[in-house]
């Protein structure tokens, strides 16, 4: 679904359509919009028993991560986004899954290695996360010219069921601050996987219902060293508070 977006395609479309469709899969591109959809790259290897085991021990097993606080174990953090290293899933269809995706990847992106692949359950009455990019400013320094686009981290989802949601701010790469950037939501359908820029601001769309997928990052070889906090959980920056990010559209 397009919605809110300004100078890419229309305003909004009279109904509801997968971003995966043939309309619109090359409606976005990686270093313009900040971010790209690959159509069902991944559909083979969805299966009912991936699902159901990524769901499953997400809910049992999972860690709350920020959503709508900035802190995970805040009061006002809802705690129903929760996160799972795919490593402790241990299935046949999540070690294919890892195995495929890599292999599919490499060659879109020869520079990048998929890493720290999780499962990602959003529970029933789920709120928006916060917008926020995957790494700050200050560590992307040396590869936000476009002439750097192919040493910029990335970081993809892969959906497991159709109608998976996503908040995106397209063209808000780079921390430009010169215009306005409008809020869109992408839908997706299963087997869709969209890779998007470290420095593109985006953030979890609320859900009514539970949403399971998969999210990995996908670093440069001896690119940009993604910081951690000393609890090991990687860098997010908040975009929340900018000016030049437009609030949600209702």
């Not at 720290?116 to 590869?143: F, I, R």
Request: proline residues 4%; glycine residues 6%; hydrophobic residues 40%.
């Amino acid at each position: 679904m397009i919605d809110g977006v300004d100078g890419v395609l229309i305003e909004k479309l009279p109904s509801i359509v997968p971003l995966s469709s043939v309309f619109l899969k090359d409606a976005f591109v990686l270093n313009t919009h900040g971010f790209q959809v690959f159509p069902r790259l991944m559909k083979d290897c969805v299966t009912d028993d991936l699902i159901a085991k990524c769901k499953t021990q997400c809910e049992q097993e999972g860690e709350a991560v920020f959503n709508n606080s900035k802190r995970p174990d805040g009061r006002l953090n809802d705690k129903k986004r929760l996160q799972l290293s795919v490593d402790q899933i241990k299935c046949v269809e999540m070690m294919r899954c890892k195995t495929v995706l890599t292999k599919r990847l490499t060659p879109l992106f020869p520079r990048h290695k998929v890493d720290a692949m999780v499962a990602l359950l959003s529970l029933p009455g789920c709120k928006a996360q916060l917008e926020h990019t995957d790494l700050s400013q200050s560590t992307l320094a040396k590869v936000l010219l476009p002439e750097h686009d192919e040493q910029m981290p990335l970081a993809c989802m892969i959906a497991l069921t159709d109608g998976t949601l996503l908040d995106v701010w397209p063209g808000a790469i780079r921390f430009g601050t010169s215009r306005k950037f409008k809020h869109m939501q992408v839908k997706l359908r299963a087997g869709d996987v969209l890779v998007f820029r470290g420095d593109l601001v985006h953030g979890g769309a609320a859900v009514n219902d539970a949403n399971v997928r998969i999210h990995a990052y996908l670093d440069v070889v001896d690119g940009v060293v993604r910081p951690k906090h000393k609890d090991g959980v990687e860098e997010t920056h908040f975009m929340c508070d900018e000016e030049h990010i437009l609030k949600r559209w209702k």
